[in-house]
């Protein structure tokens, strides 16, 4: 049986996703906290943030700003490093 967890972003208690949805702390900060519903949401927001500021994820500054929204997005508090 999931894990079930409360989605920071819709409040609904829901089964966990089977895995971090990326590496690192800011995967497992969203897995602890993130519906997949939530997430699929995400990726479409991303897609229009990348495509309307002309975001290149290969600038860290760049990766940042895409970062911060996300975590805006999703309610989470602090800032990823």
């Known amino acids: 049986m999931a894990k079930m967890i409360t989605c920071s972003r819709t409040g609904k208690v829901v089964p966990q996703m089977e895995k971090p949805p990326m590496r690192g702390k800011i995967g497992q900060e969203i897995w602890e906290n993130v519906s997949q519903e939530a997430w ?42």
């Open 40 to 81: 699929d949401e995400w990726t479409r927001r991303e897609v229009m943030l990348i495509n309307e500021y002309g975001l290149n994820l290969a600038d860290p500054e760049d990766r940042k700003v895409l970062y911060e929204n996300m975590r805006e997005f999703f309610n989470l508090p602090g800032k990823d490093k």
